[in-house]
């Protein structure tokens, strides 16, 4: 029988699918019936087995032991267990708020790529099971210092992963330059963008209206998002809205007509024509698994 997850550890997410609270899990996985997203950056690790998530129409494959790292916001769907016979299987999930993850310093290239789309496959070695038992046991003390040693490892570890070539199961839209590390005053404003925008996407958004809760000039402001998020602010929203669509698609049996709205799209034909040149195909069609 599945580990009954803690009532606390099943509202981390809940609550806020923009940018979300910090949470761990260890438990027995099931497969998911259904795409869902959230805010997080997901850290998983698997042992026991390989597991098979369906990304944006895509399969790929996760060994066993080997941690991902991915950003949530896509909607994701854990479709295939396969033991491997070492041992149960279990997956550790580490769930990093968004706001916090930007935060954090000298991972400017890994925070780029994952929020680009990409998948992060890291060392096995960087993170052993005993690590993320300990993790763990400080994430459910309750004790502020241990907790907050605990995101400095988390950090630690990330900052590790870069003193090596990054390994995607998923490349990223477009992957950072290396060596980037923007100022913590240049994250707060694109982590203020960034929250503005996912909790705003089903409302009408113009450039100005999110440059305005940074206190700076348009202009600036949106050169100040591409620098740091390798995208223009108008093609991210558009893929939030569409990432936003497909999840709301696969999930709900809602019309297309209110999907569209839901997603923020001002008309449907304008939701048909992003939708048609993202997936090459209609939602309908992506609804009943023909695209």
């Known amino acids: 029988m599945p580990q009954p997850v803690p009532r606390a550890e099943r509202r981390f997410y809940a609550e806020d699918r923009a940018i979300g609270r910090f949470g761990m899990r260890i438990f027995e996985p099931q497969l998911m019936p259904r795409p ?13 087995g390989s597991m098979t998530y369906l990304i944006e129409g895509g399969e790929l494959v996760v060994p066993p032991g080997r941690p991902v790292l991915f950003w949530a916001n896509l909607p994701h769907q854990l479709v295939t267990l396969t033991p491997d016979g070492s041992g149960p ?31 992060v496959a890291l060392d096995p070695a960087l993170l052993t099971e005993s690590q993320v038992a300990a993790w763990y046991r400080d994430y459910r003390s309750g004790d502020p210092e241990r907790r907050e040693i605990l995101f400095m490892e ?28 923007p100022q913590s005053t240049r994250i707060r404003h694109v982590v203020a963008m960034l929250r503005f925008i996912m909790e705003n ?45 497909q999840a709301l698609l696969l999930e709900s049996n809602a019309t297309v007509a209110t999907v569209a709205l839901q997603s923020g799209f001002p008309s449907i034909s304008q939701f048909y024509d992003h939708f048609g040149r993202a997936y090459g195909a209609t939602p309908q069609a992506l609804r009943e698994g023909r695209a």
């Open 36 to 48: 869902h997203w959230h805010g997080h950056v997901e850290v998983n690790i698997l042992t026991g």
């Open 89 to 119: 299987l279990r997956l550790s999930n580490i769930y990093i708020p968004l706001d916090r993850f930007l935060f954090m310093p000298h991972i400017a290239r890994l925070q780029g790529a994952l929020l680009a789309g990409g998948l």
């Open 154 to 181: 988390i950090n630690a570890l990330l900052r590790r992963a870069l003193l090596d070539r990054l390994t995607y199961l998923r490349a990223p839209m477009a992957e950072p330059e290396a060596g980037r590390s």
């Open 201 to 245: 996407l089903s409302a009408p958004m113009t450039n100005a209206d999110v440059a305005g809760v940074t206190g700076l000039h348009e202009n600036y402001a949106l050169s100040l998002f591409t620098s740091v998020m390798n995208v223009p602010m108008r093609k991210f929203i558009i893929r939030m809205r569409l990432l936003r669509a």
